[in-house]
Each structure stands twice: as C-alpha cells, then as structure tokens.
C-alpha cells in the first residue's frame, strides 16, 4: 500500500485531540527556518499480497508476500484483526514481525495460529503495520476459511473520562481483565482488573503518557473480547515512518518523514544522517506545521543512519527516531525494473511459444492422420475391385 501525502504548509492530517504533558528534556537550540516547501512524500510503499489460508480442527495456518517498495522498511509487524458487522474491533491476534525490508526486497510469511471464532456477521483481516502503528496493507482473509460463529456478549465499552474506559451492558459483568498497547501488535505496556461501580464496570490507566492507545478487554475465561481505542490527552509527538530513498529525475536523496501527534501547533523538525562510523553527513532543523516531510539531504553517503527528533517551540524534545538507511541507486531500480520487464516478456513469449508449436504438432498429427486415413481408403478400394 503506498501512503502519498501532497504537503501543504499549515496541513492536518487524521489527528484526534488529546491532553496531560510529559517531562521532555530541553535543549537550547539555535533558531532555524521555517519550512514553508511545497511536496510530495511517499512515507511507504508496502505491498501484500497472496494471501493463503485454510484451517484444521485447532489451527489457521496461511501464508503471503509482502515487498517493499521503496527505501529501507524497519520495524514491520503482521497479524489478524477480527471486526464485527459494525466496524468495531472484536479480537487482535499477533502472528510475528520482520525486523526490515529493503528497498525491492519480497519475503515470503508463513503464519499458524491457534483457531479463532468471529462474531455473526463478522470479518477477519490480515493487517500489516510498523512499530508505530501505522498501517503498510491488509487483506481479507474470512472469505478464504471456515471460521466458527459467537455471538458478541451484550456489553459495550467506551472512553468517558481520560483515562478511563466504561463499560456497560446486560453482560458487563462477564469482563475481567484489560491490558493496553500503542497499537494493533504492540507489547502490553499495563494491565489491571476492571472494577464495578454500581451497573458500570471501569478502568482507569493513571501512568500512562499522553497519546492513542487499544485496550484489550478480556473475558473471567481469558479471551479477548472487545479491543477498544482511546487516548490519554496531552501534548504528544512521535515519528510515524521514515523513509530514505533517491527519486527518479531527482539528484539528491529524499528523507520522507511523517510526524503524528497531538496539539502540535508549530514545532521544529531536527534531521541528522550519519555513515556506519558515526560520520556525520547531512544535517538540518526547520520549524513547521506539516505533518509530512520530503527533505532533500544532498548525502555522501548511500548508507547509515537517520534519527529524527520532534521538539516544540521552546525546544522541549517531545520524541526521537534512529533508524538505518541505505539508498538504492536510481540505475540499480531502473535495471531492476527493467529485469522484471524482461523477465515478463520472456515468460510471455515462452507461453506463445508454446501454444505455436503445440498448434503446429496438432496440425501435423491431423495431417499424418489425414494421410494415412486416405491411403488405407484407397487401399481398401483397390482390394475391393480386384475382388470382383
């Protein structure tokens, strides 16, 4: 799935408001300029495809191709989301994760995980994402399988408070746990049990930081339930993707940057790429209200290191990214590119190859058949008349 955002100065894009401030660590910094650039960034572009699946008595087992497009993906992490008629989210299950993809490169995933059921009516997706959250593909997966049918116990829970998630309904009762992660596939960051407070069962997430969060709400016999998002408010920043790639007709490296967050007016944007010693070879710092960035770098080196760090106004650091990068040349995509070309055109001049020569001998067996249908005619006409 590729992710194309055209950058505006002043744009806004898919933030919910939220509150409650960290203790960032601040830094004095020199005053930069404001980025006020019109462009287009390509923050990822991850295909998934051949999804294959089929179950036994206690398992799914499947498999698909997942290719990388362009610049080096980190941090990718792949599994099931099941949702109900409605669109909410009934179960997460986490199948693995791939550490990075380079830019070209395709992998093959098999998967096995024990046997699920869905409520009435509802849907299985394979989602893939990065370790931020954000989402790089899916595919449906329920119309390839059989799966066992539930009905959703009558409860519903939402976000009344901040922090605080109620839950309601004839079956409420039924709740026992939640634990909550900063996405689909993320590591628990806190689990407590839900209390009840006359018809309503709460809970309440006091120690986590300001930003978007899923709670999974478990059943007394262990199983997840019910997945629901919520946001603890505040001030809050972090890296979505970042992606380092050379563009077709372009002479210097792009690094593609998306920042999320929460309340961020204007901030400023630090980028620093380093070689595999440490060397420094580009840096930079603009102030922005963008949320996505296409920064040329002018780079010496084709590989290494970026980090991004995303600092308010007043220089408070609100996060920081480091990830490794290594650029593809332009020369090399195009020769790729052209190999898979060929390689395409080969394969379709092979299969009309083919069908030529089958149709050749076909027309060749009618013709040796042909021949001798006529010949043992003839034959037969001239035993015929010596005969009589």
């Given at each position: 799935m590729k992710l194309i955002f055209f950058l505006l100065s002043g744009s806004v894009l898919f933030f919910q408001v939220s509150f409650a401030q960290n203790n960032p660590v601040k830094q004095d910094l020199p005053p930069v300029p404001t980025f006020e650039r019109r462009q287009t960034a390509i923050v990822?572009?991850?295909?998934?495809?051949?999804?294959?699946a089929t179950t036994t008595?206690?398992?799914?087992?499947?498999?698909?191709?997942?290719?990388?497009?362009?610049?080096?993906?980190?941090?990718?992490?792949?599994?099931?989301?099941?949702?109900?008629?409605?669109?909410?989210?009934?179960?997460?299950?986490?199948?693995?994760?791939?550490?990075?993809?380079?830019?070209?490169?395709?992998?093959?995933?098999?998967?096995?995980?024990?046997?699920?059921?869905?409520?009435?009516?509802?849907?299985?997706?394979?989602?893939?994402?990065?370790?931020?959250?954000?989402?790089?593909?899916?595919?449906?997966?329920?119309?390839?399988?059989?799966?066992?049918?539930?009905?959703?116990?009558d409860f519903i829970c939402t976000q009344q408070e901040s922090a605080f998630l109620v839950c309601q309904g004839k079956e409420a009762s039924y709740l026992q746990n939640v634990t909550v992660a900063r996405?689909?596939?993320?590591?628990?960051?806190?689990?407590?049990?839900?209390f009840q407070e006359g018809p309503r069962i709460k809970t309440h997430t006091s120690k986590l930081s300001p930003g978007r969060y899923y709670a999974s709400?478990?059943?007394?016999?262990?199983?997840?339930?019910?997945?629901?998002?919520?946001?603890?408010?505040?001030?809050?920043?972090?890296?979505?993707?970042?992606?380092?790639?050379?563009?077709?007709?372009?002479?210097?490296?792009?690094?593609?940057?998306?920042?999320?967050?929460?309340?961020l007016k204007e901030y400023q944007l630090a980028v620093s790429l380093t070689d595999s010693a440490g060397n420094e070879c580009f840096s930079t710092s603009v102030i922005s209200k963008d949320r996505?960035?296409?920064l040329p770098t002018d780079l010496d080196?084709?590989?290494?290191?970026?980090?991004?760090?995303?600092?308010?106004?007043?220089?408070?650091?609100?996060?920081?990214?480091?990830?490794?990068?290594?650029?593809?040349?332009?020369?090399?995509r195009l020769q790729e590119k052209a190999s898979t070309t060929q390689k395409k055109a080969n394969d379709k001049s092979f299969f009309i190859g083919v069908i030529v020569i089958m149709f050749m001998i076909l027309i060749c067996l009618s013709f040796v058949l042909y021949v001798r249908y006529y010949r043992?005619?003839?034959?037969?006409?001239?035993?015929?008349?010596?005969?009589?």
């Open positions: 990822a572009d991850v295909d998934v495809t051949d999804l294959t008595k206690s398992t799914i087992e499947g498999g698909f191709l997942i290719k990388n497009n362009i610049g080096t993906q980190q941090g990718i992490f792949y599994g099931l989301v099941v949702e109900t008629q409605e669109g909410g989210i009934f179960n997460i299950v986490n199948l693995g994760s791939i550490n990075s993809l380079r830019e070209g490169e395709t992998k093959k995933v098999i998967f096995s995980t024990p046997l699920i059921s869905i409520p009435e009516k509802g849907k299985v997706f394979l989602r893939v994402e990065n370790e931020a959250g954000l989402s790089l593909g899916s595919a449906l997966l329920s119309n390839k399988v059989d799966l066992l049918t539930i009905s959703r116990p996405t689909f596939f993320g590591n628990p960051l806190e689990e407590g049990f839900l709400i478990y059943s007394k016999d262990k199983q997840i339930v019910a997945v629901v998002p919520f946001t603890v408010l505040g001030v809050f920043a972090q890296v979505g993707n970042i992606i380092v790639a050379k563009k077709e007709g372009e002479t210097a490296p792009l690094a593609s940057i998306l920042v999320e967050g929460f309340f996505v960035f296409a080196c084709s590989s290494g290191f970026i980090t991004v760090t995303v600092k308010n106004k007043e220089g408070l650091t609100l996060a920081t990214k480091t990830e490794s990068y290594n650029i593809m040349p332009v020369v090399d043992h005619r003839n034959s037969d006409g001239n035993l015929q008349e010596k005969i009589n």
